[in-house]
């Protein structure tokens, strides 16, 4: 009699404890965050551009948008500018801008710290207004974490390298034509970057 009453209690039991454990589960999904979907990158920072110009260290910022296809995969499309006075001539200044197409991978990406690493192809411009403006690209590589603060923002920080060369040379800024150099330029580029990410 005993044995019965103990397999009654068991059975009626079990589905008020199976959907304590699905409570349960979807209680913890609300902590994991998801990477699916649109998002908006700002970043700021600094870097270095070798360039036939001996170009000084200068501050840099970033504007990108991505698209998360899965929780580990997310597509960036993204403009970078960077300012540098030359060693020669600290009161001349060039610029660098770029634009980058780039594939990011997240490790861990429920976890509130989530290590990424990203790889991509980038167009770069180096040069001032009104004057001979280089023009090039290459490929472009990321080493970074982002750690979630609330449901909608991240901060992280990256190291980026960018191994490009420049190929043409505009006359007169980036009104002119563009004509293709007779040797290629390095312009590699490498640098660090504070990121805030709109999920």
Do not use: C
Request: cysteine-free.
């Amino acid at each position: 009699m005993k044995r019965k009453m103990i397999f009654l209690v068991a059975a009626l039991s079990a589905p008020g404890l199976s959907s304590a454990s699905q409570a349960v589960g979807k209680d913890s999904s609300r902590h994991s965050y998801s990477n699916v979907g649109l998002k908006l990158n700002l970043g700021l920072g600094s870097r270095d551009a070798s360039s036939p110009h001996s170009l000084e260290r200068g501050d840099a910022a970033s504007l990108s948008l991505g698209y998360g296809v899965s929780q580990f995969v997310t597509l960036w499309l993204g403009a970078n500018i960077s300012k540098h006075a030359h060693e020669m001539n600290p009161e001349r200044e060039s610029k660098v801008v770029g634009i980058e197409l780039s594939v990011q991978y997240k490790l861990r990406p429920n976890q509130k710290l989530r290590p990424y690493g990203a790889i991509g192809l980038g167009t770069v411009f180096l040069g001032s207004e009104g004057e001979k403006v280089l023009n090039g690209g290459g490929v472009v590589w990321a080493l970074g974490a982002e750690y979630r603060l609330a449901r909608f923002l991240s901060l992280g920080a990256e190291f980026f390298w960018k191994d490009l060369q420049y190929t043409k040379q505009g006359e007169d800024g980036l009104k002119g034509d563009f004509t293709k150099l007779e040797r290629p330029i390095n312009g590699d580029i490498k640098g660090f970057m504070i990121n805030f990410t709109l999920h």
